[in-house]
């Protein structure tokens, strides 16, 4: 009889464990999403531009580093902050600016001379701390960031 209760029990524990399982998978899903969340986003017409020192031609911004050259506010735009970005590669030319809203640099801010990660994605560009890999923002392409937008709902 105590051979079959101590079966018993390594069935229960067994049991147990795996139902933990799943629950820590999605619980590393949850904070994954959270995470990526937390990244502020704004639209790609609003948020990027030429800069005035750009050499012209291809308007799109290649994925890589890029570091910043300069960091002012946002003319026309208050609480943004406007970051200059030059590409970080030998002989790169490539250089564009980046209005992003204040709230987003108040966790960590991004300095001049900074090295910022640019990646390209399905929906846009994400832009990263280069050190950590942390997003910080998200410029959505336009019919993204129409889709995603809170749109009044009458009851």
């Not at 639209?43 to 911004?61: F, I, Q």
Request: proline share 3%; aromatic share 6%.
């Amino acid at each position: 009889m105590t051979s079959s209760l101590l079966s018993r029990a390594g069935c229960v524990a067994l049991f147990a464990a795996a139902l933990a399982l799943p629950v820590q998978a999605a619980s590393t899903a949850t904070s994954s999403a959270s995470s990526a969340g937390s990244a502020s986003s704004g639209s790609v017409s609003d948020s990027m531009g030429a800069s005035s020192n750009s050499s012209g031609g291809d308007d799109r911004v290649a994925a890589g580093q890029y570091r910043v050259i300069d960091i002012a506010a946002a003319p026309g735009k208050p609480g943004t902050t406007r970051m200059t970005l030059h590409a970080a590669a030998a002989g790169a030319t490539q250089e564009f600016t980046l209005d992003v809203p204040n709230r987003v640099l108040a966790q960590r801010t991004v300095d001049k001379g900074a090295l910022v990660q640019v990646n390209l994605r399905e929906y846009g560009y994400e832009f990263a701390h280069a050190d950590s890999k942390q997003a910080f923002f998200l410029a959505l392409e336009d019919n993204w960031h129409r889709e995603l937008g809170s749109q009044k709902v009458a009851i």
